[in-house]
């Protein structure tokens, strides 16, 4: 994996070495802040610029993959939403739209369907609140079965050709996204009383220490690159 990850880097545009030295940099000096100073605010606003870049990056390497642009700004708008207020609902219902946008991406599901999807997430979610499921865990639950979703079919992407760069990023992306919200899951657990308290500060490093590569990975994760739509071009 490394040897692998080592090759990608040593092949980057020097643009994109640019790029993953910026994010590097956020990566190294917020996980410090988290360490040293606890609940910074600035250490928010670091993770914030960061999610946002990774939608600049996107649009401009791979400006003709909408599903991917439109996942990342889902995402962001989750993250606003949840680093920002107390509204853990609607930031969660705002994931699943950007798990959707990766299902797409994947093939599974047509843009189309976009409609009958949000229609079928209210009625689970109206079914769930009537039977007294909190709503916080009815909508996790749709959430977390689109991500495990996107992570099989990430790997099965690339167990197809594990030559692609781009399907390599996308599984230690998705890898790494399940590997966070796994933590974020224990980390409710921790705060409902069901484990330990001693594990949280821990937990709730590990949460973003996952979190940010994920999305920095999957942002490198199209194979509608400018790039290869210029060889394609040339070759065509």
Same mark, same amino acid.
């Given at each position: 994996?490394?040897?692998?990850?080592?090759?990608?880097?040593?092949?980057?545009?020097?643009?994109?070495?640019?790029?993953?030295?910026?994010?590097?940099?956020?990566?190294?000096?917020?996980?410090?802040?988290?360490?040293?100073?606890?609940?910074?605010?600035?250490?928010?606003?670091?993770? *914030?610029?960061?999610?946002?870049?990774?939608?600049? *990056?996107?649009?401009?390497?791979?400006?003709?993959?909408?599903?991917?642009?439109?996942?990342?700004?889902?995402?962001?708008?989750?993250?606003?939403?949840?680093?920002?207020?107390?509204?853990?609902?609607?930031?969660?219902?705002?994931?699943?739209?950007?798990?959707?946008?990766?299902?797409?991406?994947?093939?599974?599901?047509?843009?189309?369907?976009?409609?009958?999807?949000?229609?079928?997430?209210?009625?689970?979610?109206?079914?769930?609140?009537?039977?007294?499921?909190?709503?916080?865990?009815?909508?996790?639950?749709?959430?977390?079965?689109?991500?495990?979703?996107?992570?099989?079919?990430?790997?099965?992407?690339?167990? #197809?050709? #594990?030559?692609?760069?781009?399907?390599?990023?996308?599984?230690?992306?998705?890898?790494?996204?399940?590997?966070?919200?796994?933590?974020?899951?224990?980390?409710?657990?921790?705060?409902?009383?069901?484990?330990?308290?001693?594990?949280?500060?821990?937990?709730?490093?590990?949460?973003?220490?996952? *979190? *940010?590569?994920?999305?920095?990975?999957?942002?490198?994760?199209?194979? #509608?690159?400018?790039?290869?739509?210029?060889?394609?071009?040339?070759?065509?």
């Amino acid at each position: 994996m490394f040897k692998a990850l080592k090759t990608d880097f040593l092949n980057l545009p020097k643009a994109d070495r640019n790029w993953l030295t910026i994010w590097s940099l956020i990566y190294i000096t917020f996980l410090t802040i988290d360490a040293v100073y606890v609940n910074f605010w600035g250490s928010s606003v670091l993770k *914030y610029i960061g999610i946002f870049l990774c939608i600049i *990056y996107a649009y401009q390497k791979s400006s003709n993959d909408a599903p991917l642009i439109l996942a990342l700004f889902f995402t962001f708008l989750a993250d606003t939403i949840l680093v920002w207020t107390k509204w853990e609902v609607f930031g969660v219902f705002c994931f699943c739209f950007a798990q959707f946008m990766h299902l797409i991406r994947h093939g599974l599901i047509q843009p189309k369907n976009i409609g009958i999807f949000t229609l079928l997430v209210a009625v689970f979610f109206i079914y769930a609140t009537t039977q007294n499921i909190p709503a916080i865990y009815a909508i996790t639950a749709v959430y977390a079965v689109m991500l495990v979703t996107n992570v099989v079919l990430s790997i099965n992407r690339y167990s #197809k050709n #594990k030559k692609d760069i781009h399907a390599r990023y996308g599984m230690y992306g998705f890898l790494a996204f399940i590997a966070c919200d796994i933590c974020v899951g224990t980390r409710h657990l921790i705060l409902d009383g069901a484990l330990p308290a001693t594990a949280l500060p821990l937990i709730a490093y590990l949460v973003w220490f996952f *979190y *940010y590569p994920s999305q920095v990975l999957i942002a490198n994760s199209s194979n #509608k690159t400018q790039t290869d739509t210029k060889l394609q071009k040339a070759k065509d």
